[in-house]
């Protein structure tokens, strides 16, 4: 079965500070994988993908997440959090039959605090 | 370029009534989906289209909850004899399927349609 954790609920760290969002990933094959950010009240917003190649992907607003095949592991990483950066994210994998599903995890809630 | 968009964005209701939402994707986007969040939780699948073809629906889905995409364009999810427990936001989104490639892309999501059932 295909899944994805984020062992997580939520994740506090200083403005300034770098932050780690954790997912691990549970899939056959090949893993395609995803991280959004939901502000309230607002739909599920890409920040980026891993698909193949190098380890390290970069997205949108400076987040970065690191692919580990051994730890079945993409956390998202930021080297400088912003009060802004405050939300909900979610790690999410594209998998089935034809990669026509997506699941996603429970979600974290990332807080900076000023 | 315009996203996906919904409406409503918000729908309260008295339970037993019925319910429909709309998704319009972007326009270039042959595979829709609708998620169900409730709050502090990720987006649960509920069913997704090929073009006008329901491809899957969720177990999750009940025989009150039905989706069609007519002409392959946007969609409606309806909600029929709503309870309680229908409470959450619908969440739409659309992504692209390129033909004789793995499917990559992203999903886009809309911002949602929250529901009330009181």
């Known amino acids: 079965a295909q899944s994805v954790a984020q062992p997580e609920d939520q994740v506090n760290v200083a403005e300034g500070n770098p932050l780690t969002v954790k997912c691990t990933y549970s899939v056959s094959g090949n893993p395609y994988l995803f991280w959004y950010v939901q502000y309230p009240n607002r739909g599920l917003q890409f920040l980026l993908k891993y698909i193949t190649g190098d380890n390290l992907v970069k997205g949108s607003y400076g987040f970065e997440a690191e692919f580990n095949k051994s730890q079945t592991s993409f956390h998202l990483k930021k080297p400088s959090a912003l009060v802004s950066d405050s939300a909900l994210y979610f790690c999410a994998v594209r998998a089935g039959w034809f990669f026509n599903k997506f699941y996603f995890g429970s979600g974290t809630k990332l807080n900076v605090k000023p | 370029d315009t996203g996906v968009s919904q409406d409503p964005r918000h729908k309260i209701t008295k339970r037993g009534q019925n319910v429909t939402f709309r998704c319009d994707p972007i326009?270039?986007?042959?595979?829709l989906y609708w998620y169900r969040q409730t709050l502090g939780q990720g987006p649960e699948f509920l069913t997704y289209?090929?073009?006008?073809?329901?491809?899957?629906k969720s177990r999750l889905l009940s025989d009150r909850f039905s989706a069609e995409r007519p002409k392959g364009s946007f969609s409606t999810l309806e909600i029929q004899r709503t309870e309680q427990g229908d409470s959450a936001m619908y969440l739409c989104?659309?992504?692209?399927?390129?033909?004789?490639?793995?499917?990559?892309?992203?999903?886009?999501f809309g911002e949602g349609s929250r529901l009330t059932v009181l």
């Open positions: 289209f090929q073009n006008e073809a329901q491809l899957e």
């Open positions: 989104a659309s992504t692209e399927r390129l033909a004789g490639n793995p499917n990559t892309g992203e999903l886009f």
């Open positions: 326009s270039e986007h042959n595979r």
